[in-house]
């Protein structure tokens, strides 16, 4: 980390953003992957936790249904990378989605093991990854030799030209035995121990930042694996990528919203049924029947949280013929639970939980897949602040309150002031409603808030209900607030230090001399695509959902 960051040549992203819900189960696939959440080719996994209303099911993934991941991702059509290059040498180092990779460790196995066998995977990888370097030095002595013999076919010897034929085609016969043999075209490897152990001991904690914590962990394989395709003579071939699926956050206050809710409704006489499918923050896995998993039939709502972040409710229109469709916030300001009884359920949530809520996010519209409506709700000094936020296409408005707090400027790197200032002016003053063509673009948006304490908040949010497994209302907690939680740390929210995740390149091929100034996790693989293929990637066309940065790394 400290030569990428001290190298002339800069592949480093100043803004590095997860997407919303800042967790894991959904930005894992995406940054292995490069697709999109929801649509054609999707990972369809929008969250840690969501109601499949078409199966009539729950799930949670921390516990067997984790075991479900990739069969959900093969049913929405997840491409994955190693599949765009089946032709090539691959390898995968304990992660998931690696269909069509040559050679795979298990990223369940490494997650059983390595917690206590430590470096457990690492090790795997780094002991395979040396053995293919000798391979691989031998590979090039045997592409070297059939070069040399080249010129023989142009000799007008009949002799010398059939000697060479015999020995190319010797030559050839070799390196096609050995050729998988040697140092990987495409190598994936995921590295879950910085988050893990950050969860239950926390970010500032001594298993995290010293000298054998796990960042100095990281950074010794990342260095390895860089020395190996060095020693290899390929590094100036080579584009390397990192991305972390998410940041961390101290929480300092503790609550459970279905406590602070349902039990003031109860108070009221008003007793709903309530099934929660998660555990809390810190609390072990659950354990579903794989055959006969619980009915959600007959419910009220569903409930499960993240992380001490995101915190999702389920409501149904009702149990017959629209029990599959999801409420918008027209449904809900009238909703009928089962008993008959009728609840304006968005602004009651928000003024229960009063100021420990960042913004409660509920459907305007049904979501489609060229536009959508997000409304967003919060209470402020007493008063309830209400913002709307539409997308057409690409182009986003934001209306009503600032919920969001677009006007406070960080001054963090990423964006200076004067385009800060540039930019609102253009995307919330200008903009008018009854002109979609006067609406910033998503790139706007994105630059735009980097320079906030909630990047890339407009864009994500305006996604945020693509899919129909994301819940009907999300809740996300104000900074230093922990919903259901036992540790000292979270993520899953909309707090800058949860939304920063590193995204960063090295390699031969970065020529940049300034940052990228900020990008989502997801580019990562899509810019590793074009550079590998040669091809230009464009988002929302075959299976990608983020834009390619290599022109960006390759303009000095």
Known sequence: FKWLSQSRQRGFVSRGVSTTPTISVRNLPLIKTGAPVAGSHSTGIPNFHFVD????????????????????????????????????????????????????????????????????????CTAELQKRVDSEKNLRRIRNKILDFRSYLESKNPLFNRL???????????????????????????????????????????????????LNRLDYWLGMITSLYRDAGVFDRSLFGIAGDHGLTPVFYLLNPEIEVFENFKSRGIDLRVEKISSDEGEGPKMTHPLRPPSIKNIDVVIASTAGGNYMMDFFTDQDSNWASQPTYRDLVKWRSLKGAVINIPNEIVRILGNSLEYLAVREVPTQSESSGVRLMRFENGQLKTAIIWRKGDRLFYEGDDVVDLGRFTGLEGIDHSTFQQLYKRCVRQATKQNPSSWCNATQWRSL???????????????????????TINLFPKRGYGYNSKVPGRHAGEDFHEKDAMVAFWGGPVKAQFPIPTAVNGSMPVTLYEYLSQEKPFQDENGWGFPSLLYELQTP
């Open 449 to 471: 808030t980097a320079g906030t304490w909630k990047p890339d908040s407009v864009v994500q949010l305006a996604h945020l209900y693509d899919h129909d497994r994301a819940g």
């Open 53 to 124: 209303r078409q199966k009539q099911r729950a799930y949670y993934f921390y516990g067997n249904d984790a075991l479900s991941l990739e069969s959900l991702a093969e049913e929405s059509g997840l491409i994955t990378f190693h599949q765009r290059f089946a032709e090539l040498n691959s390898l995968n180092c304990s992660a998931q989605y690696d269909r069509g990779t040559k050679h795979s460790f298990n990223a369940f196995l490494n997650l059983a093991v390595g917690e206590k066998v430590r470096d457990f995977g690492e090790r795997l």
């Open 164 to 214: 060479a034929r015999f020995r190319i085609k010797q030559l050839i016969e070799e390196l096609s035995t050995a050729e998988d043999e040697g140092l990987p075209q495409i190598m994936t490897l995921y590295a879950p121990w910085p988050d893990h152990f950050a969860h239950f001991k926390g970010p500032f904690s001594d298993e995290i930042l010293s000298p054998t914590g796990e």
